[in-house]
């Protein structure tokens, strides 16, 4: 490809609107173009380095075994309904209605699509097991895109999906594709962690997301600092202290004057936060929930959400506390009446607590679980953070920012058994399908490459995801020598099948090398007359700060081993 016909212009200003470093760069560099909140146009840079990307993944999913298909964006809501996700999943589905009146929606991943196509597809036991993929774009109506591709709304994504006679197929299904992903990060010159992970709107047992560690990320990852754990800070589990065993003491109430928060009740009464109840009133699917966890830890909202099959949960106001008769900063689980209970398990490992009273002023001293008040769920709602002790393991939870690139769930019969898919064993019987899920968000996964590869002057891609792997730049335009060597070098590093960008614009070489060093093209090759005089040609690595001069007799050869040593891509 010559500049002088490749269609975009590079930047040297930062767009205002810009929030990430990759969301500056890809747009300065011309790779992206954003045309609505959330919603981007590929530029013919940014659509070789996504085509590149595209194209590892399918590589590496069909040497796992995996078939590709194409799902349709739009499909009946009926499917959705089948599922039980038309009303939870969230952001909530983007609907409109067809000329038949019949409602649609913009789908934001496929499981019930592929469901519909293996149940039509699998009838024996002998159809089983196999792996299908596609690359196609998703909707989410996300309420706040940022970042530039890091978080939109329209996106593409490498979805696949595994289908399994029983659990030892799923596990090896789940094994095999993790592999693959494992495959495709390197090759894409990233280092990821996999982490476990909430599985949200998607569902299933188990889930785990592959993170590309970084300060600029926007998910919080809690790792051992002795190894051997990571999690989301959604999904994130650690070991509760326990309070001393003391005996029961008698429940009393006490005069506690403006006193309207934890911080306040310990210093007032020298006791530590896990001596005191934190009431929290929720309102789900409009009714109210109390949320009681103990003073020294947070409810972890993913963790609640997740009891109520993920149903929109959010803190009631002060209005709606007032309306049922309680008072902010005094709401207490005892002696309420008509509203579920919810309990985190902290609250079970010791006694004598303080509480509200339920009553303006007033708190309640040595409130014991279960003789004071009842819970309709006892479960883990805490929130994993920085310092706390890993449970079941050896070390403490260290903080790192990261961003996902992958997330891979164990669905089991989630879709399968609501949705009919099924099939015959080897004694005839009926069994669900057990299925898998895999993800990787392609413009999300460009943008994760640049945020970890870039310096003050650009990008530093990799030649696997660089639109180009050279830049070759002529000096000296008036000079037929350069033009006619440059000519020549050109051809025949694309007859070696090398990806050459030739910059042959009438620009000063200070302009070019700018745009070579944004765009983040792993090599560039200079030729100018004085050292084509000396039968050389110059060669720097956009990583390395070092100019080298090689034979022209060499450079090709030079080149080729660069590129396809295993090492430098």
């Given at each position: 490809?010559?500049?002088?016909?490749?269609?975009?212009?590079?930047?040297?200003?930062?767009?205002?609107?810009?929030?990430?470093?990759?969301h500056?760069?890809?747009i300065?560099?011309?790779?992206?173009?954003q045309i609505a909140?959330?919603?981007?146009?590929?530029?013919p840079?940014?659509?070789?380095?996504?085509?590149k990307?595209?194209?590892?993944?399918?590589?590496?999913?069909?040497?796992?075994g995996?078939q590709e298909?194409?799902?349709?964006?739009?499909?009946?809501?009926?499917?959705?309904v089948e599922?039980?996700?038309?009303?939870t999943?969230s952001?909530?589905l983007?609907?409109f209605?067809d000329?038949?009146?019949?409602e649609?929606v913009?789908a934001?991943?496929?499981?019930?699509a592929v469901t519909?196509?293996?149940?039509?597809?699998?009838?024996?036991?002998?159809d089983?097991?196999?792996?299908?993929?596609?690359i196609?774009?998703k909707?989410?109506?996300?309420?706040?895109?940022?970042?530039?591709?890091?978080?939109?709304?329209e996106?593409?994504?490498?979805?696949?999906?595994?289908?399994?006679?029983?659990?030892k197929?799923?596990?090896?299904?789940?094994?095999?594709?993790?592999?693959?992903?494992?495959?495709?990060?390197?090759?894409?010159g990233?280092?990821?962690?996999m982490?476990?992970?909430?599985?949200?709107?998607?569902?299933?047992k188990?889930?785990?997301?592959?993170?590309?560690l970084?300060?600029s990320g926007?998910?919080?990852i809690?790792?051992?600092?002795?190894g051997?754990y990571?999690?989301n800070?959604?999904?994130?589990?650690?070991?509760?202290?326990?309070?001393?065993?003391?005996?029961?003491m008698?429940?009393?109430?006490?005069?506690?004057p403006?006193?309207?928060?934890?911080?306040?009740?310990?210093?007032l009464?020298?006791?530590?936060?896990?001596?005191?109840?934190?009431?929290?009133?929720?309102?789900v699917?409009?009714?109210?929930?109390?949320?009681?966890?103990?003073?020294?830890?947070?409810?972890?909202?993913?963790k609640?959400?997740?009891?109520?099959?993920?149903?929109?949960?959010?803190?009631?106001?002060?209005?709606?506390?007032e309306?049922?008769?309680?008072n902010?900063?005094y709401?207490?689980?005892i002696?309420?009446?008509?509203?579920?209970v919810?309990?985190?398990?902290?609250?079970?490992?010791g006694?004598?607590?303080f509480?509200?009273?339920?009553?303006?002023?007033?708190?309640?001293?040595?409130?014991?679980?279960?003789?004071?008040f009842?819970?309709?769920n006892?479960?883990d709602?805490?929130q994993?953070?920085?310092g706390y002790?890993?449970?079941?393991?050896?070390?403490f939870?260290?903080?790192?920012?990261?961003?996902?690139?992958?997330?891979?769930f164990?669905?089991?019969?989630?879709?399968?058994?609501?949705?009919?898919?099924?099939f015959?064993?080897?004694?005839s019987?009926?069994?669900?399908?057990l299925m898998?899920?895999?993800?990787?968000?392609?413009?999300?996964?460009?943008?994760?490459?640049?945020?970890v590869?870039?310096?003050?002057?650009?990008?530093?891609?990799p030649p696997?995801?660089?639109p180009?792997?050279i830049?070759?730049v002529?000096i000296?335009l008036?000079?037929?020598?350069?033009?006619?060597y440059t000519?020549e070098?050109y051809k025949?590093?694309i007859?070696k099948?090398?990806?050459v960008?030739?910059?042959?614009?009438?620009?000063?070489?200070?302009?070019?090398?700018q745009?070579i060093?944004l765009?983040?093209?792993?090599?560039?090759?200079?030729?100018?007359?004085?050292?084509?005089?000396?039968?050389?040609?110059?060669?720097?690595?956009?990583?390395?700060?070092?100019?080298?001069?090689f034979?022209?007799?060499?450079i090709?050869?030079?080149?080729f081993?660069?590129?396809?040593?295993?090492?430098y891509?």
């Amino acid at each position: 490809m010559k500049s002088s016909i490749l269609f975009g212009k590079t930047l040297r200003d930062v767009p205002s609107d810009t929030e990430s470093t990759s969301h500056k760069l890809l747009i300065r560099a011309g790779f992206i173009q954003q045309i609505a909140s959330g919603i981007f146009s590929l530029l013919p840079m940014g659509n070789r380095s996504i085509s590149k990307i595209r194209n590892i993944i399918r590589e590496e999913m069909d040497s796992i075994g995996g078939q590709e298909v194409n799902l349709p964006v739009v499909q009946p809501r009926d499917l959705w309904v089948e599922s039980g996700r038309a009303e939870t999943f969230s952001p909530p589905l983007a609907s409109f209605s067809d000329r038949r009146n019949r409602e649609m929606v913009l789908a934001p991943t496929h499981e019930e699509a592929v469901t519909v196509m293996a149940k039509a597809m699998v009838n024996s036991y002998k159809d089983l097991p196999f792996i299908l993929y596609q690359i196609q774009t998703k909707f989410r109506d996300e309420p706040r895109p940022r970042g530039g591709l890091l978080r939109v709304r329209e996106f593409e994504m490498k979805d696949a999906y595994s289908f399994d006679l029983d659990e030892k197929g799923l596990d090896n299904s789940f094994s095999l594709i993790i592999q693959g992903y494992e495959r495709i990060f390197k090759r894409c010159g990233i280092n990821v962690v996999m982490v476990q992970a909430d599985s949200g709107g998607i569902g299933g047992k188990d889930s785990n997301e592959f993170v590309l560690l970084t300060d600029s990320g926007e998910d919080m990852i809690l790792i051992s600092d002795k190894g051997g754990y990571a999690a989301n800070v959604e999904k994130a589990v650690f070991e509760k202290t326990i309070n001393p065993i003391e005996s029961i003491m008698k429940i009393e109430k006490i005069s506690t004057p403006n006193i309207t928060t934890i911080d306040k009740l310990s210093k007032l009464k020298n006791i530590s936060k896990n001596k005191i109840l934190k009431s929290l009133l929720y309102t789900v699917n409009q009714k109210p929930v109390l949320v009681v966890i103990r003073g020294d830890y947070d409810v972890n909202e993913t963790k609640l959400r997740n009891l109520f099959s993920g149903k929109e949960i959010r803190l009631s106001t002060k209005k709606e506390i007032e309306t049922l008769g309680l008072n902010l900063g005094y709401i207490s689980p005892i002696g309420i009446k008509g509203i579920d209970v919810i309990l985190d398990d902290s609250v079970t490992m010791g006694s004598n607590f303080f509480a509200g009273a339920n009553e303006k002023d007033f708190h309640f001293r040595n409130v014991n679980f279960p003789r004071d008040f009842k819970a309709k769920n006892v479960n883990d709602i805490a929130q994993a953070k920085q310092g706390y002790k890993v449970k079941d393991g050896e070390g403490f939870l260290t903080e790192k920012k990261g961003i996902e690139v992958g997330h891979v769930f164990k669905l089991g019969t989630t879709y399968s058994s609501k949705m009919n898919a099924k099939f015959s064993d080897q004694r005839s019987n009926s069994k669900d399908i057990l299925m898998g899920c895999y993800g990787i968000g392609i413009g999300r996964l460009l943008a994760a490459i640049v945020e970890v590869n870039n310096d003050d002057k650009g990008m530093i891609l990799p030649p696997s995801v660089a639109p180009f792997e050279i830049c070759l730049v002529p000096i000296n335009l008036n000079d037929q020598d350069v033009i006619d060597y440059t000519n020549e070098l050109y051809k025949n590093l694309i007859h070696k099948c090398l990806e050459v960008l030739f910059d042959d614009r009438d620009s000063p070489p200070g302009v070019k090398f700018q745009d070579i060093d944004l765009i983040g093209i792993p090599i560039r090759l200079v030729v100018s007359s004085r050292n084509l005089k000396n039968k050389q040609i110059e060669l720097k690595l956009r990583s390395g700060k070092d100019v080298q001069l090689f034979s022209i007799k060499n450079i090709e050869t030079e080149v080729f081993n660069l590129l396809r040593n295993s090492e430098y891509i």
